[in-house]
Structures are given as C-alpha cells and as structure tokens.
C-alpha cells in the first residue's frame, strides 16, 4: 500500500468534510501521477467520485457529487484532498484515494484503470 486516506468520520446531512490522501512511503511521489477518489458500500461496486491529472488543471467529477465536491492536490507535499460539501445520507460509504501514472486521453472513472489504492476511510452522513 503506498497511498493513506484519511479523515473520514460521521456527519450530518448537510455538513463537510475533506478527505486527504498521502503517501504512505517517502517514495512515492505524486507528480507524474493522475490522482482519483472512489467510494464503495459493502456489497456494491466501487463508485468513481473524482478525479485530476498529475498537474491538477484538468478534473473530472461524478454527476452526483458534481457541485458539491472538490478534488484538489499538492505535489509539493504529495497530497490530495477531497472537499465534501452539502453531504447526504446516500455520500455514505468507505472512500479510496488512487493514483495511476500520467497519461494521454481523457480521465478514466473504471477502477481499472487505476494501479495504485490506498487503504479507505469511512464516511457516515446521518440523516
């Protein structure tokens, strides 16, 4: 495992949180890598939330956590952040940070695509 997600927690409906994801090991580095987050409930398949290329100018976003929140990264101290605003019952669900290496085309939501997981974080919303 080389990538820790953390900050998870319980929250009402209508509150925020922000997720991180950093580095487990001083040997990975985060800029040549394209960087998501998914989320999954037990007995479903892993959901794509969001994603951003190495340098954080192109994002792509799920459609319903689209406007609510933000994937935002610093390569400097080799992290990632996600930014949970206006949370639901349904945002409940363990969260995974991921990261693939940097390549051409557009951002894959398949977890597939991506090589490289961290250890989740649970999110509780309670209603």
């Known amino acids: 495992v080389q990538l820790q997600a953390s900050g998870g927690g319980l929250v009402q409906a209508g509150g925020s949180l922000r997720l991180a994801c950093a580095a487990s090991r001083r040997t990975f580095t985060f800029t040549p890598y394209d960087m998501g987050w998914f989320r999954q409930d037990p007995g479903k398949e892993r959901e794509f939330i969001a994603a951003l290329d190495w340098s954080g100018s192109r994002t792509l976003y799920a459609d319903s956590v689209k406007g609510r929140f933000t994937i935002s990264r610093d390569n400097t101290k080799n992290t990632m952040w996600l930014q949970m605003n206006s949370l639901k019952p349904e945002d409940t669900a363990v969260y995974y940070c991921?990261?693939?290496?940097?390549?051409?085309?557009?951002?894959?939501?398949?977890?597939?695509?991506?090589?490289?997981w961290g250890q989740g974080t649970q999110l509780t919303v309670s209603s």
């Open positions: 991921t990261a693939r290496y940097s390549r051409l085309g557009p951002m894959p939501t398949a977890p597939g695509s991506y090589d490289t």
